[in-house]
């Protein structure tokens, strides 16, 4: 059996050096905008002293935000501060998963913020599970996942579960991902999930996702701007001979709430809460 692309070892990139290193230069202007309120916050400088898991290099965070360092960095930093704002339980919780965490830009501010807490990066890519093994601190942990649905953990074990850009992606076993989480979510336990949704399709074509879609048939055909998502779902393929990361998704909210609220307690859908995606925070009942 051949090996995929996800399960392939690769040569690693250096790192590029700790958050701290690249403060003396770093201008807050460089960020997007949604993340200048947290590197404007008093409190920054101390979430950067803290910091001493080195950042990868772009090569190994699947090229995100190039050579802006410490914007990657203020990124995770970001969202672990939305993650705690709509699940304030997140910061006492025994266990937290970081499902689809690549080389843990989010998981870090976890690891060094709630060192109580029992960290996992479940995760596609073997590249990304090395990083991690190799650099982050004890309380975090790794799965090396496979396309099919299922976390190797105890049933009701996981307070706290997210995910970005994961649910982006996934076509055929969303669904049974979906109940794979409510599995390992102990009752009263939170997820946390980015989407495309209607909202992300109203700002087409003005962001980055409008590159990877406009060329694509079927999105020409159903796309018009000003006009709303026509269907409660929608599926765009670009790489047909892959099981992996091979199409964009867009799912209305009212499909969430009809389809994933049969699992859970659909609490929030925040419009714009990661970038251009919808958050959806779910709890298990």
């Known amino acids: 059996m051949n090996k995929g692309w996800f399960d392939t070892r690769r040569k690693r990139q250096k790192p590029v ?10 201008s807050i202007e460089s960020c997007e905008d949604y993340m200048k ?5 008093p409190d920054f400088q101390n979430y950067v002293d803290r910091d001493y898991i080195p950042v990868p290099a772009p090569e190994d965070r699947e090229g995100y935000h190039g050579d802006r360092h410490l914007c990657y960095w203020v990124s995770g930093l970001y969202d672990y501060k939305q993650i705690i704002g709509h699940i ?4 006492q919780s025994r266990l937290i998963v970081d499902f689809g965490g690549a080389s843990g830009r989010v998981a870090r501010h976890f690891s060094l913020n709630c060192p109580e807490a029992e960290v996992v990066v479940a995760e596609l890519n073997i590249n990304h599970v090395d ?4 650099y982050f601190p004890k309380n975090t942990k790794t799965l090396k996942l496979s396309s099919y649905p299922y976390f190797m953990l105890s049933d009701s074990s996981v307070d706290v579960l997210y995910s970005f850009s994961v649910f982006t992606h996934i076509d055929a ?11 390992i979510l102990k009752p009263g336990g ?21 590159e ?4 694509d048939r079927e999105f020409k055909r159903l796309f018009q701007k000003g006009q709303p998502m026509p269907m409660e779902r929608i599926v765009f393929e670009y790489n047909t001979e892959s099981n992996d990361y091979n199409c964009n998704i867009f799912h209305h909210s009212q499909y969430i709430k009809k389809y994933w609220g049969k699992w859970f307690d659909v609490r929030e859908v925040i419009f714009q809460g990661h970038g251009y995606q919808t958050v959806v925070v779910l709890r298990k009942q």
Do not use: M
């Not at 050096?17 to 770093?26: E, I, N, R, T």
């Not at 495309?196 to 409008?210: A, R």
């Open 17 to 26: 050096g700790l958050a701290k290193d690249f403060l003396a230069s770093f």
């Open 88 to 91: 304030p339980s997140a910061e």
């Open 173 to 183: 076993y969303e669904l049974s991902w979906i109940a794979e989480i409510y599995r």
């Open 212 to 215: 990877s879609l406009k060329k």
């Open 131 to 134: 990083y991690i093994n190799d």
């Open 37 to 41: 309120p947290v590197a404007s916050d």
């Open 190 to 210: 939170h997820a946390y999930l980015t989407i495309h949704s209607e909202q992300t399709w109203g700002l087409l074509p003005d962001i980055y996702l409008h």
